[in-house]
Nanobody, 123 residues
Framework: QVQLVESGGGSVQAGDSLMLSCAAS????????LSWFRQAPGKDREFVGC???????SYADSVKGRFTISRDSAKNTVYLQMNSLEPEDTAVYLC?????????????????WGKGTLVTVSS
């Protein structure tokens, strides 16, 4: 069992930056890939990026170069640094976990989800 709690959402202007955090708790968090997804109103949940325990990261094309994921294994926390935010980035951002060997960039592959944190970007 893994529990995930996101924090750091808020309302910002276009061009601003924001950092989200996801604190994971439970046994053997190191066995899980920690991912960020987002869901805008009326849209499907989409993959944003992820971090393997060894530090390797992967990103969706829509955020590559603007968003950075980092992982503090000692704190079992993954961060999402978002720069140059655009109104199109407005969404609920959710943290998710899946066992490393089962990882796919799909919501259906995730074993655990946080409740999400809202990010609103105004123009």
């Amino acid at each position: 069992q893994v529990q995930l709690v996101e924090s750091g959402g808020g309302s910002v202007q276009a061009g601003d930056s924001l950092m989200l955090s996801c604190a994971a708790s439970g046994r053997t968090v190191s066995r899980y890939v920690l991912s960020w997804f987002r869901q805008a109103p009326g849209k499907d949940r989409e993959f944003v990026g992820c971090s393997w325990n060894g530090g390797t990261t992967s990103y969706a094309d829509s955020v590559k170069g603007r968003f950075t994921i980092s992982r503090d294994s000692a704190k079992n926390t993954v961060y999402l640094q978002m720069n140059s935010l655009e109104p199109e980035d407005t969404a609920v951002y959710l943290c998710a976990a899946t066992l490393t060997q089962n990882f796919r960039m799909s919501p259906g592959a995730m074993n655990y989800w946080g409740k999400g944190t809202l990010v609103t970007v105004s123009s």
